[in-house]
């Protein structure tokens, strides 16, 4: 596609639901990352994939937070068991290589904005 | 730890002027990149400009430019011409060299106005 996508583009969930936000990167991207971001804050990075593996997910809050990405394109986050402080908007990057000149510039969604009730 | 500072939580232009955010930061590695993002209410986060921590060079990207000081710690935007488009939260980010695997490390972000 042209740009990073993601669904749904607001979710209300009532506390103690699950929820799972999905993320198309760009075609042919091989990294992917989600950042969580607070309201007036800048986002705060959650985990970071390369294809279908997971290879950092230190800024996962919790165990009630699971992403996956099982065959190197789509990307799910699942949260379990909603909380009021996860309220935030959840964004997704995907990152080229070897773009012009070598760099790699992360691509953002327009995010997912979860609120808790 | 790495961590990324902007000072000015608001700031505010006339159109056709111009104007500075500043970022500040703080890293152990010794080659890094450097971005500006622009978030427009409600709109995704796009790049502005980006800056490889080896190169002495100042980016520039038509209207928009950097003042990078490696040995301050320094990255601050200078938009030119300011236009009304311009409005939006500006966060200044950090990411270690070999960006693929390094996950960007944001500011608290700059809330410009642009005032017609």
């Known amino acids: 596609g042209a740009g990073v996508s993601q669904s749904p583009r607001y979710k209300v969930a009532k506390r103690g639901q699950d929820v799972a936000l999905r993320c198309d990167p760009i075609?042919?991207?091989?990294?992917l990352f989600w950042y969580q971001q607070a309201l007036g804050q800048g986002p705060e990075f959650l985990t970071y994939f390369q294809n279908e593996a997971q290879l950092d997910k230190s800024g996962l809050p919790s165990d009630r937070f699971f992403a996956e990405r099982p065959e190197g394109s789509v990307s799910t986050l699942k949260i379990q068991r909603t909380q009021q402080e996860d309220s935030a908007v959840y964004l997704c990057?995907?990152?080229?290589?070897?773009?012009?000149?070598?760099?790699?510039?992360?691509?953002f969604g327009p995010g997912t904005r979860l609120l808790v009730l | 730890a790495q961590t990324v500072t902007q000072s000015q939580p608001e700031m505010s232009v006339q159109e056709a002027e111009t104007v500075t955010l500043s970022c500040t930061y703080d890293t152990s590695e010794s080659d890094y990149y450097l971005f500006w993002y622009k978030q427009p209410p409600s709109r995704q986060m796009i790049l502005v400009i980006r800056?490889?921590?080896?190169?002495?060079q100042n980016a520039t990207e038509n209207r928009f430019s950097v003042n990078f000081q490696k040995a301050a710690k320094s990255f601050s935007l200078k938009i030119s011409d300011s236009q009304l488009g311009d409005a939006a939260m500006y966060f200044c980010a950090l990411e270690r060299y070999g960006g693929s695997q390094g996950n960007l490390i944001f500011g608290k972000g700059t809330k410009l106005s642009v005032k017609p």
């Open positions: 075609s042919g991207h091989v990294s």
């Open positions: 800056q490889e921590a080896y190169k002495q």
């Open positions: 990057a995907s990152v080229s290589i070897g773009g012009p000149g070598g760099l790699e510039t992360q691509y």
